[in-house]
Every structure is written in C-alpha cells, then in structure tokens.
C-alpha cells in the first residue's frame, strides 16, 4: 500500500521588543539568571498583566506579512496548568479568539539541480497568536533550577494546516517563515537561542484516504536540519509500525538530533484540561484599518517577490537571485549599488557581490550591513566602472576588492597605488612571454610535441610579472604567437 | 446546564494540585454537592441572545508603549524563595 | 465621655494637627497604646510595624513645621488589610501559605497613601484570601467582634473594621469581592466603602476574583471615607482594568450636594431570611429619608434570586486560577515532604490553604473543568449581564438604592459551620460586584442586643460623590457613629 505523510507544524516565534509582553522590565537573552525579572514576572501576589503594545505591533505585522485575516476584536485566555517554569501556573495566550487567521506561507521545494528553481507552493495557516514565554529549568541529577529571565518573552505561536507532506517541505516552510520574521523586524529567529522553536504533527494515510491517520506530536525540533531529520524518521517509524501490522497510538515523542532516535513522552499522568477562560486582568483588543494600514507601511518586500522582481527587472539569473534575496541587507545593498552603476550592470554588480563581498562577509563575520559601512555602495559601484569602462581588468578585481576591504580606500586610488591601473603595451608583454618560455624548457618541449595544456604553464609568470595589467587573452595569443614561430623555425 | 453534577472530586483535586485526606475528599464532595445543587437553579435562567460580561466597564486596548523600567536584582527576586542556588529556585527534581 | 484620641474622625484629628494641638507623633503612640490595650481582646491584626510607624509620624511632624503638610491625610495612621502590598511589609492574606513572605513592592493604594502623608500601620486579619465572611477562615485566629467579643466582626476585611471601631487605626482599607468591606463595616458599625470597579487601582491587591474585586476604605464617618477615596481613588497604568475617571474633590462634593434624591427600594432585598431587627431599622431609614424629601420609590431587580450562584461560579473560577501561583517554588510554603516538583504542589498547597480556599478552589477548578465551561462559567458571564441590566433599568428612575447591608448582625464565632449558610450572609451585597456598581455600608442603629446594623446604598457608576452625600444626609440626622463599643 501507499502511504503520504500529512504534517502540520506549530512554531513559537520569539518577537524581538525592548520589554515583556505584560510588563515593562526588559526582555533579552543571556544575562545572568533571574535578572530579568519584577514582581509581575515572577508573578507575585498582587501583581497585574499590563499589555505591550509593540508586541501587538509585531504579531499584526507578521499576520499582514502573511496574508491573514487580522481579527477586529481580539481577546485574552488564561491557560491553566502547573510547571516550575511558569509563575502564575497559567500561561496568558488566546484560544478561541486569535489576532491573526488564515493566510499562508510561501515555499520553493528543492529543484531539479541546484542551479534551477524548484516549484513553489502556499502552505495555508490557521491562526497566528499571541502568548507569553515560561522562564527556563536546567536539570541535575536530584533537583533543578529555574531562571525566570525568559519568562514573560513575547511568543507568537503560528499554527499551519496539516498541508504538508514531507520532510523537505517542512523544511522549505521553516526556511521561508524564518526569512520573513526576520525581514520584518519581527525577530531574529536564532534557534539556538529557541528564537525559533518548532514541534510537528505528524501522521501517515494510505494515499487517497481522506481521513487524518494518528496523530503523533514530535517535540524538541531544535535545529532546522533536525526538524527535516526528526520528520523524516518519524515518517520512516510509523511507515514501520504499519508495514509490520502495528497501530500507531497518539503520543509525544522526544527527538533526539544528536543520536536521530526517537523516545515516547510518558503521557503526563492525565490528559490536559487547560480549564481556558478569558483573563479577567486585561482588556480585550481592537485593530482598526488606521492601526492595520500604519503597519502596513511598514511591511518590507518578502524574499520570494523581491525575487520574482530581481530576475525581472535586472535579468539576473536563479542563481545569483537565490543568493543574493534572502538577506534583506544583502539585497539593499545590491539595489543601492546598482542605483549607481544603472540597471544594465546589475548582473556584474550581483556576481561582485556573491564573489567577493559575500565571502568577505563570512570570512570577517560580519553581517552585509556592516561591511556595507565599510565598502560602500558608492565604491562598489566606482570598482564595477572601472572594470566596465577598461581603466581595470576584471583580473584585477580580486586584488583591488581585497584592498578596498582592508584599507576602506575608493577602489581608483587602490588600483592606482598597486599599479593595477591601465594595460601593459604589447613590447613590454612580448618580453614577458619569451622570457616565460625561455625558462621552461620542458613546457615549451611538450607543447611542442602537440601537448596544447602545456601553455597553460608559461601564463602564470607572465601574469605575475604584469601584476593584473595584463589581459588574459592577449597573453594567450601573444604566448600562441611566439610559441608558432619556435615551431616554423625549427 | 449539565444535567445532575457529578463531581469527581479526584480529578479536580488532581487538577487544582491540591492532595486531599480520605475525610477531605468526603467533606469537599459533599459539601459541593450541595452547592452545586444549589447552582443548579441557574439553568432555569433564559440567556438567549444574551452577551456574557466579562467586565462591568469594558475598556479596550489598555497596552504600554515599549520602554523598559528597572526590575528586581536577582537577590530581590529570590529572597521570598524558600530554596536557591546560584541565584536560581531551586526546585525538586521534574519527573516528566 | 470624651474619645480616646484614636477613636476621633480624620476631621477632627486634621483640624488638631493643624493647629498643633497634637503631633502626629503624639496621634501614632496614642494608636499604638490604645492597640496594645485591646488587641489581645480584639485581634484585629496580624503584624504591625510600631517603628516603622513613628518613623513616618515623625516625618509627618517635620513636612507639617516646615510648612508642607501633604492634606487631610498627612500624619494619621491607617491600616491596610493583608491582602494589600506594602514594600518590606509582611504580606500574609491570613494565610499559611504566606505566613513568611514580605513583598518587595508597593500596591498603587499604598503608595498613594504614603504620598497623602498616612501613616502605614499595621496589617489586618481577613478570612483567608478574602474568602469569607467571618474573619474565622484566618490561618492566625478569628477576629472578634469589638461591640461583642464573642461574635465575628464580619468578613472578610473583619480585621479592618474591628481595628477601626475599637479605636486601633484612624482609617483602614479593605477589600470587596462580594460585601468583604460592607458587611464588617455593618457587623462593626463603622463605614464601609466599596467604589465602582476600576475606580481604585488593584494593583498590589492579592487577587480573589479579579473581575469583581475592589479596594475601599474603612472609616468613622461618610466625609473620613471620602477623603481617604480621594488618596486611592484614579487611573493606574499598572491595572488594566483602572478606568479613566474624573475623581474630584470628594470632601468638597459633600458640602455642594444636597439632593433631594430619588432612593430605589428593591423588594428583592426585604424578603426571607431577614432579621426583624435590621429590617426595622431600615425601615427607619427609609422614613427618614422621605422625611427629608426624598422621593421614595419601590424597584424590582428580578434577577437577584440568581446572585448567589452567579457569583459563586465566577468568583470560584477566577479564584482557582489567581490561586495557582501559590505553589511553594518562588515564594510561599513549602512542603518538607515532596518527593519531585509535581508533589510539590500536591503538598505545598494541601498544607498551606485552609478548608475554606481549598473548598472554593476545588468548586472553581470543577466549574472551568473540560464539558462544564459552557453550563457555568459562561451562563454565568451571561445572567451577570441580565443582573447588571436590572440595576441599570432601576437608575432611570432612581439615584441610588437602599437596601439591607447585612440581612443578620453579627453571630457568634463558630456559629455558622455550613458553607453554604454563611454564603447566605452576602446576599445582598454580592450584586454590586457582579454589576460593578459603588456602594456604601453607614450604621443606621443597634439591635435591642447593641450590635450594631448597616444600611447599604448603591450608586451609579462612578457616582461616588453622590452616593457619599446621600450616605451623609442620613448620617448627619443620627448619631450611630459617635458610639463605642464598650471595651475600656
Ligand atoms: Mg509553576
Ligand atoms: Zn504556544
């Protein structure tokens, strides 16, 4: 029998705001334990939820990002339940009334070959909402220990439809819901700081059976790579369990990304009863089309239209597109650049970027726009000039690159400083090439005897001899030339 | 309204985390059952096309602006605490 | 007899402040040794803080010479019940759970009084959580009655209202989930004041049931209750439930307005279950007030047979979940027996609460239980609508209401050991919280026993102004206030 997988995903977004979602003491990552705290956060008697309105903010923006219905009126629940790391033992949330339904988020499953596109899909959402984080347990051997610095955080919860059917699409769905938090300001997304944190449905059904199968919930999905792993295994599980006459029960199951294996949860003693009810502490919210259109405004280009108009307007092919959209700053700094070069050395423009900037980028571990401080749109753009109009060979970009990168000079005064600037005259460069053969004697033996490559070998002095002033094809046909006339004169 | 209130006074107790004795559990029981005979009468109200009230002067959008204010110092925060260490509760060990 | 000094109103002690008859210094011993006299009779407190109190008396004393008095509240002691925050102060809510906590911070009300100038003292017994209305439920004894030391004093806020008739605090707050301040107030022959919900900040308020919880004052007289009003009352970006009200000048108010008032008598609030003596001298009231001019109507609230239950299901809800963060992890009780965190909280909260909390947890738990949300927490979210309605159908024809406080005086301690008779004790008062509406307890006379009987006003919303000078018309032709309790 055939079996599709049907996998729905909920993600906890982590929105980036100065302070918590329901009191003013700021909210931030890595400090010292239980510094990040008040009496509302530690939920001391007496204390009241007062809502942050630039969360609100962010959950409005990512729903418009998105595409969703933005509810007119919202509220808010208290989701009762008992854990060391939640102070009140219930969690402020939305249940029955979210901010945000609907929409969807865009995907490109893997194409053909790494160069070429891959076919693009919408995975429908069901709702977004707004909740607060739990602080952290850290675990000993006789006890634990909680730090509530966490607790408090903004928490934005985005539930898909179970409309996804493998591990690679989970994937693509995690990597393009990432890309848009984070172009929106929303939040980083780091998931090694659990910015971002992922827990699967997963079922299997016989294809064409249109009934859900059951239900296993994959929690701990900490990586996006082990989100793929994790849904990937417990594909291959369940397919298993069926394949030996097994049933699948509905549980929770652990992933492990270290060792891809999976453990069952113990049930926790009984089923959850949240006891939900609208917090009687808060007011509910109402977003209007003035609040809806500010936010609006204020909604950058997602990755896959910015692409689609890339390859439109500057004819730049997949893959420099694909390299060049998912880094917001990346492709601010490619558009100011080519405001100054003109639109017709976009493609030049992008190739710098993707063969120069961008490892410069890593190497420097700096983001694009950081060293887009040091370099320039304006130098970018004079070093693309300089090549196009001749006053440099493209052999010498990597050379001026790497000075405009240390020295943050324009790239004219580098070139004319290294003496990269012109071309050599023909007397000077024939020079060169007899001297290059002149000296390998073995070379010049093998071309000779009909071994064309062995050219290859009197390039290298030459072309350090002129420092990069030297074109390339002229050397080839200056080599060719000379090497012809040791044949004839033979 | 739920026909005959069955209060499973285990399972209740068992969600509202509280342990109770054996002449607890008897008590409680009874003495809700009667309560609950009483909110019984309830069900006799017609609330059709009744909005329910959550607040007797409902407000809308009560929020802050987004600026941080001082908090508590970590020993602040753990002086009522009844165990830490390295300025966090301590707490028994969780047994998922 | 001339009072003992601490028996005397705001009003009279300011204009003796004022003139440097006394010193708030003076005010402050005169309280701490009037407590030391009767509290071992008494019990009205939990702890007090004597030093901490002649401190900010002494600091009343030096704003006052160098000419910066604060008002009307500036230098005279008043004591919060414990269920009210005060930074470095113990915060107990009468209960086990809390008995070593001290809270780090300030309530809104506390910090409003000590920027009137009060002097914070003392913290007073409650039943605990606020849940009763007895004072019998505190974990630290049972508060007794100052006109009869063998009764309740009321409850919850009983210790509030026995502090303030037996001469210990000038002025007190307490609470009002369901006639926590009215009915002591009554029991104890003192005002009692429970303002519109969102007049007065709860922030710093230990929670029972949030959506019908208020703070107000306890005082001697309708103007000491308006002016301790004026220190609390107005918004507060820390509770966002606080309203933007206008407060005004209510001391002020009283003097400008003097009806005549169209009083609503709801017959609802005269049936069964009332006590022949309370019932006669409302009555008497209600002649007064017609003698006064009032125009004197009678008014149906027909959905007041289903306050009791309506009530008691959202109260339960909200209380069973507000009383969650009582675990024993951050702060509060902890059990020495618990093997993981889970049984933690099983014996941390079994130890810590009294019969009563963890009685109206498990209602509350149950009632929000997975299939009966719909048939109780939601029916009852609807029929408080149909309540609230009935109370503003009656003020298009009325100013105010004028019922019963209490439908009994004050019983003996232990009297009433069935839950659900002592429910009975609220039933008229709880409608005001479930409509938000102010209202006020005043004494209006003694049983042929000499206890003392309250008569409840209601207002309109945010109408405080008027509700306290129609309190005061009655109050000014009578002189239930200027009696005391035989304690000396
Ligand atoms: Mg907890
Ligand atoms: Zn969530």
């Known amino acids: 029998m055939n079996y599709e997988a049907v996998i729905g995903l909920e993600v906890h977004v982590q929105i980036r705001t100065r302070t918590k979602v329901f009191s003013r003491v700021a909210a931030g990552y890595g400090q010292p334990p239980n510094t990040l705290t008040d009496p509302v956060v530690l939920a001391l008697p007496g204390t009241l939820p007062v809502m942050n309105k630039a969360a609100l903010d962010a959950v409005i923006k990512a729903g418009l990002l998105l595409g969703c219905e933005i509810a007119p009126v919202c509220k808010w629940d208290r989701k009762n339940y008992f854990y060391p790391d939640s102070p009140k033992n219930y969690q402020i949330s939305q249940y029955d009334q979210p901010i945000c339904a609907g929409g969807s988020v865009e995907i490109e499953l893997p194409g053909p070959a790494r160069n070429v596109m891959g076919e693009h899909q919408r995975i429908p959402l069901t709702r977004i909402h707004l909740e607060e984080d739990v602080g952290k347990l850290n675990h000993f051997a006789a006890d634990s220990l909680v730090d509530y610095n966490r607790a408090g955080t903004p928490l934005m919860e985005i539930v898909s439809e179970p409309a996804l059917h493998s591990a690679e699409e989970a994937f693509a769905y995690l990597t393009s819901l990432r890309a848009t938090m984070v172009y929106g300001g929303i939040s980083d997304c780091d998931m090694e700081k659990g910015q971002l944190r992922c827990d699967a449905n997963i079922s299997i059904r016989p294809v064409g059976e249109t009934k859900l199968g059951t239900k296993v919930e994959l929690k701990n999905l900490n990586s996006i790579s082990f989100v793929r792993d994790g849904i990937a295994h417990e594909i291959k599980r369940q397919l298993a369990v069926l394949e030996r006459g097994g049933t699948l029960v509905q549980e929770t199951r652990d992933y492990d990304g270290q060792t891809g294996t999976s453990q069952s949860l113990r049930s926790k003693e009984m089923a959850h009863d949240y006891r939900y009810f609208p917090d009687p502490d808060l007011m509910p919210v109402k977003v209007d089309e003035t609040w809806k259109a500010r936010l609006r405004g204020e909604c950058p280009e997602l990755p896959f239209d910015k692409q689609r108009r890339f390859a439109d307007r500057y004819q730049l092919p997949y893959t420099l597109t694909s390299v060049l959209v998912w880094d917001r700053e990346l492709a601010d700094y490619f558009e100011a650049t080519v405001q100054l070069t003109g639109r017709e050395k976009a493609q030049a423009v992008a190739n710098w970027i993707v063969n120069y900037f961008l490892r410069e980028c890593g190497e420097k571990r700096l983001t694009a726009a950081a060293l887009g401080v040091v370099i320039t749109p304006a130098h970018a753009a004079e070093l693309i000039q300089l090549v196009d109009s001749g006053q440099i060979l493209s052999n010498a970009v990597a050379t001026v690159s790497a000075g405009m990168f240390s020295t943050h000079e324009k790239p004219q005064a580098i070139a004319a400083r290294e003496g990269l600037a012109g071309r050599t005259d023909a007397g000077e460069l024939e020079q060169w090439c007899r001297d290059a053969i002149a000296a390998n004697a073995k070379a010049l033996a093998e071309f000779l005897a009909g071994k064309d490559s062995a050219i290859n070998a009197f390039k290298g002095p030459v072309m350090k001899a002129a420092k990069g002033r030297a074109d390339p094809k002229q050397v080839d046909a200056t080599l060719r030339r000379l090497l012809a006339g040791q044949q004839t004169g033979r | 309204m739920a026909s005959a209130p069955q209060l499973n006074i285990d399972h209740v107790a068992h969600l509202a985390r509280l342990a109770l004795s054996p002449e607890e559990k008897a008590r409680y029981a009874q003495q809700l059952g009667d309560v609950l005979h009483h909110i019984e009468q309830l069900g006799k109200v017609d609330v059709t096309g009744v909005e329910p009230t959550a607040h007797a002067f409902p407000l809308v959008n009560v929020w802050a602006e987004d600026t941080p204010r001082p908090g508590l110092t970590a020993e602040a925060a753990l002086r009522n605490a009844p165990a830490q260490r390295d300025h966090m509760v301590v707490v028994p060990k969780v047994v998922e | ?488």
């Open chain 3, 1 to 488: 007899m001339a009072d003992p000094i601490s028996l005397k109103s705001i009003a009279e002690l300011g204009a003796l402040l004022e003139a440097k008859a006394i010193s708030a210094v003076e005010l402050a011993q005169a309280v701490i040794a009037r407590t030391q006299a009767v509290e071992g009779r008494v019990h009205a407190f939990n702890s007090r803080d004597e030093s901490g109190a002649l401190a900010a008396a002494a600091a009343s004393d030096a704003r006052r010479a160098a000419g910066q008095a604060r008002g009307p509240l500036d230098g005279i002691p008043v004591g919060l019940k414990d269920v009210i925050a005060a930074a470095g102060q113990p915060l107990t809510a009468s209960s086990r759970m809390l008995a070593n906590f001290v809270s780090p911070y300030d309530a809104t009300v506390t910090a409003r009084l000590k920027e009137a100038g009060a002097v914070l003292w003392g913290r007073l017994n409650c039943d605990e959580f606020a849940m009763g209305s007895s004072t019998e439920n505190s974990a630290f004894g049972p508060t007794a009655n100052p006109w009869d030391l063998a009764r309740v004093p009321g409850g919850s806020s009983g210790g509030s209202a026995a502090a303030l008739a037996a001469g210990e605090a000038c002025a007190t707050l307490g609470s009002d989930t369901g006639g926590s301040i009215r009915q002591p107030a009554a029991l104890c022959g003192v005002v009692g004041l429970k303002p519109t919900y969102g007049l007065v900040s709860r922030y710093g308020l230990i929670a029972f049931a949030s959506s019908l919880d208020q703070i107000g004052p306890f005082a001697r007289t309708v103007e000491d209750a308006a002016t301790v009003l004026g220190a609390i009352a107005g918004h507060d970006p820390l509770d966002s439930t606080s309203f933007h009200a206008e407060v005004p000048d209510y001391r002020a108010e009283l003097k400008r307005r003097t009806g005549p008032w169209r009083l609503g008598i709801p017959k609802e609030y005269f049936g069964e279950g009332l006590d022949p003596a309370v019932g006669a001298a409302v009555e008497q009231a209600i002649a007064y007030y017609r003698a006064q001019g009032c125009e004197i109507k009678p008014v149906s609230l027909p959905h007041t047979p289903y306050c009791l239950d309506t009530y008691y299901i959202i109260a339960t809800a909200e209380a069973s979940s507000n009383l969650a963060r009582f675990d024993g992890v951050r702060y509060g009780h902890r059990s020495k027996f618990a093997t993981d965190a889970v049984d933690l909280y099983f014996k941390s909260r079994a130890e810590g609460f009294g019969a009563e909390v963890k009685r109206r947890i498990i209602l509350g738990t149950y009632v929000l239980s997975s299939g009966y949300y719909d048939a109780y927490y939601l029916r009852a979210q609807k029929v408080r609508t149909l309540i609230r309605q009935d109370f503003l159908n009656a003020y298009r024809e009325v100013d105010a209401l004028l019922t019963p406080t209490s439908p009994v005086p004050a019983f003996k301690l232990g009297e009433k050991s069935d839950p659900l008779a002592l429910y009975l004790c609220d039933i008229y008062t709880i409608g005001v919280n479930l409509a938000g509406l102010p209202a006020v307890s005043v004494p209006c006379g003694f049983t042929p026993g000499g206890l003392p009987i309250g008569l409840q006003l209601i207002g309109q919303p945010f109408q405080e102004a008027n509700l306290l000078a129609i309190a005061q018309a009655y109050e000014r032709g009578h002189d239930w206030v200027l009696r005391r309790p035989a304690l000396d």
